[in-house]
Every structure is written in C-alpha cells, then in structure tokens.
C-alpha cells in the first residue's frame, strides 16, 4: 500500500503560479512513476504530467512549457511547478504513483486530491 499526501492548490488569477507537492509513504518499494492527473466537473480524469524514477518525463500537450514535474527520490516527493495558469488549468489535481508511467492509471496508487483554481 502507497499513501499520498497533497499539497499546494488554491486559488490564482489567471496567469499566475502554483506549486503542488505530493509524498508518497509505505511501500513506496513498488513506485517508479509518479504523477499529476486532474479533473474538472464533467470531464473525465486525465494526465496532466508524470515522472519515472530515471527522470522520464510525460506531459499533455495543454501544459506544455507552462508546467515542470520534478521529483526528490529521497524524500518521495514528486513536485509539479505551474506557470501561465488558465482558467481551463481549473480541476481538482490528484497524484498518482505507479509501477510505471503507462499502466499508473489503472494499477497505481492515487491521492485525495488538491482543488486548483484559476480566476481573476
């Protein structure tokens, strides 16, 4: 079992920055990705950013150049830097941690989620 503990989101206007923090604890063994994925209301969940433990990265296409993961193995922490907020950036961010960046949908391990909110 892998605990995830969020942090960081709030409200910010829009082209403004946030920073999220998560850390993993427990069989923490088992993880070689970690991640962001979030969800607005009606969508469905998607993958905003991920990280494997070589330094791998995955981004969408929409946060491209605006959002940087970065992660510290020896604290467990996977770290997602946001620049030029949109309000289309709005949802509900949650971290995921999984055995590899494809299957960590399906099969990792996910947080409670940290509300993030981009409005003037």
């Known amino acids: 079992q892998v605990q995830l503990v969020e942090s960081g989101g709030g409200l910010v206007q829009p082209g403004g920055s946030l920073r999220l923090s998560c850390s993993a604890s427990?069989?923490?063994?088992?993880?070689?990705?970690m991640g962001w994925y979030r969800q607005a209301p009606g969508k469905e969940r998607e993958l905003v950013a991920a990280i494997t433990s070589s330094g791998i990265t995955k981004y969408a296409d929409v946060v491209k150049g605006r959002f940087t993961i970065s992660r510290d193995g020896a604290k467990n922490t996977v770290n997602l830097q946001m620049n030029s907020l949109k309000p289309e950036d709005t949802a509900v961010y949650y971290c995921?941690?999984?055995?590899?960046?494809?299957?960590?949908?399906?099969?990792?391990?996910w947080g409670q989620g940290t509300q993030v909110t981009v409005s003037s």
């Open positions: 427990g069989s923490i063994f088992s993880i070689n990705a």
């Open positions: 995921n941690a999984g055995p590899n960046i494809v299957t960590m949908r399906s099969f990792g391990s």
